[in-house]
């Protein structure tokens, strides 16, 4: 069994908090949608897009926590866009997602975690 370093392990749980806050926020709406008695809105279309985004971004963390190839650069990309879209969103939601991707950044690029992730692709 290989021994990840505590870098890994932050980066993919930054991703799967990531993916359960989707989670959460689709849930969100689709409550909100069923409280204004319209279904039909477009809320519920955000609700199934965020949960989709969310599974597929739990799947990004389940890549890193495997050292796949593509889970790196998803991740990083996720991070780049969760940063643009801090400094857009409200303040505390804003300095939240921010403080994340930072994390997740950090964590990706420390030495250890790149060391690692390069010389361990595709064993597992």
């Known amino acids: 069994m290989i021994t ?8 993919a749980g930054v991703v799967a908090l990531e993916a359960l806050a989707l989670a959460v926020i689709s849930v969100v709406f689709v409550v909100v949608a069923i409280g204004a008695g319209n279904l039909g809105t477009s809320l519920v279309a955000l609700a199934v897009m965020f949960l989709l985004l969310g599974v597929c971004l739990f799947g990004v ?6 050292m796949r190839r593509w889970a790196r650069p998803a991740s990083v990309a996720w991070q780049v ?3 643009l879209g ?18 997740g950044l950090v ?3 420390l030495p250890s975690v790149v060391r690692f992730y390069e010389a361990n692709l595709g064993r597992e």
């Not at 939601?93 to 930072?102: C, E, Y």
């Open 4 to 11: 990840r370093p505590l870098g890994l392990f932050v980066a």
């Open 61 to 66: 963390a389940l890549g890193l926590f495997r």
């Open 81 to 83: 866009l969760m940063v």
């Open 86 to 103: 801090g400094f857009a969103a409200g303040q505390w939601i804003g300095v939240v997602a921010i403080v994340l991707a930072a994390l």
């Open 107 to 109: 964590s990706l690029f």
